[in-house]
């Protein structure tokens, strides 16, 4: 597997069966979707960000920041540490949703935003065409 540290791209060695796939904070081409549009996948880390509760409209989760002209999400996740110490991932506890083009983020087990003190988003998505 390859990953983005500190701006340069390295080797990690992957378990067997593991993927070789690259994930990065710079936007990357990997393949094309079905209906024949380019297909990215970004990972976008912030050291704090507060995140809406799942319990608010769409349009009021917390914007990803660095995550915008998207027309399809194909999948998304995350991965966060909150202010207990814990952390959480995958899609159960970060769902994620696009308007207007914008990657959205929320967590579903409080009624509050919570702040998390260190969180990897990655997205892999195609882009509207005025954006491609």
């Not at 390295?10 to 994930?23: F, I, K, L, M, R």
């Not at 409209?57 to 399809?72: E, H, R």
């Not at 409080?110 to 491609?132: C, D, I, M, P, Q």
Request: hydrophobic letters at 35%; aromatic letters at 10%; charged letters at 15%.
């Amino acid at each position: 597997m390859k990953l983005a540290v500190n701006g340069k791209v390295v080797s990690v060695p992957c378990p067997q069966g593991g993927s070789q796939e690259a994930y990065s904070t710079e936007e990357t081409r990997i393949g094309t979707w079905v209906d024949g549009k380019p297909l990215y996948r970004k990972v976008c880390v912030f050291d704090s960000l507060s995140v809406a509760p799942v319990s608010e409209p769409v349009g009021n989760y917390s914007n990803v920041t660095g995550m915008d002209g998207i027309d399809f999400l194909l999948s998304c996740w995350a991965i966060g540490k909150h202010s207990s110490g814990a952390y959480d991932a995958g899609g159960a506890w970060f769902p994620c949703a696009v308007v207007d083009g914008q990657l959205k983020l929320a967590q579903s087990y409080s009624r509050s935003s919570t702040v998390f003190n260190g969180l990897s988003v990655t997205a892999e998505y195609t882009k509207n065409a005025e954006n491609a």
